[in-house]
């Protein structure tokens, strides 16, 4: 689905970014390039996939994007997709929250997004094609108790999203963007979590249980794929039924 591609997916040392690098590159992915800060956790990627290379980056770092992305279109000439997944969350509720907590999720969650779009878009733009897909949450369509900070980054790419599919299109180019809002997943940011609470949210998703990184990952391949091509805008649910 996505052969000869050249990929870029931020978060993609573990979890969900983790699955769509290998996704993407099980695919026919000419290039995954898989983003992160935590290089030791991808040492392995290279040896078990031609095709991905991990980087080191830190999406609150514009110089360092540049450079990035300066690089990887002298090598090849173009980007097709870029998965926005990078993510973080510091929990608390709203009279307990720190600004320090309040500023750092919206750096990564938000401005990160931001960042990474700004510098990859003007040359998907140049090639008249390409797919951004961001992840949001179902926290950022329907809010969730002591996630003030993740629920508003959450709501706010969703926002960036719809903006972006009617600006990189008004020229004629064939740049969509599309986000995907997972439910509850099993990834790192959840393992930990007490047993009852786990219980509880299977409770409430029609379906029964939690969600595996891979569900999300083949949304996001399909939004990355020509089969995609007429979707744009569009916010994409992954949750089981948690929302309806």
């Known amino acids: 689905m996505l052969k000869d591609k050249i990929c870029i997916v931020t978060g993609g040392a573990q979890g969900i970014g983790r699955c769509i690098a290998e996704v993407f590159a099980a695919e026919g992915a000419k290039k995954v390039f898989a983003c992160d800060m935590n290089m030791d956790i991808m040492s392995d990627y290279e040896n078990r996939f031609s095709n991905i290379e991990a980087v080191e980056l830190n999406v609150c770092d514009r110089d360092a994007i540049s450079a990035f992305v300066t690089d990887v279109k002298d090598t090849y000439g173009r980007i097709d997709v870029l998965v ?90 064939q740049v969509r963007a599309n986000c995907v809002a997972p439910g509850f997943i099993k990834t790192p940011m959840t393992k930990d979590l007490p047993e009852k609470v786990i219980a509880y949210m299977e409770g409430k998703t029609p379906l029964g249980h939690m969600g595996e990184p891979e569900d999300i990952a083949q949304a996001a391949l399909f939004l990355a794929s020509d089969r995609a091509r007429f979707i744009t805008g569009q916010l994409l649910k992954v949750d089981g039924g948690l929302v309806i």
Not at 86 to 106: H, P, Q, Y
Not at 109 to 125: A, E
Not at 139 to 154: C, L, P, R, S
């Open 84 to 173: 926005n997944n990078a993510g973080i969350t510091r929990d608390n509720l709203l009279a307990k929250m720190s600004e320090k907590d309040w500023d750092m999720v919206v750096d990564v969650n938000l401005k990160g997004v931001f960042n990474m779009t700004q510098h990859v878009s003007p040359v998907m733009i140049e090639n008249g094609a390409g797919s951004i897909i961001t992840m949001s949450s179902v926290v950022g369509t329907d809010g969730n108790i002591g996630q003030t900070n993740y629920a508003a980054t959450k709501a706010g790419v969703i926002a960036m999203t719809k903006s972006w599919a009617k600006e990189f299109s008004r020229k004629g180019a």
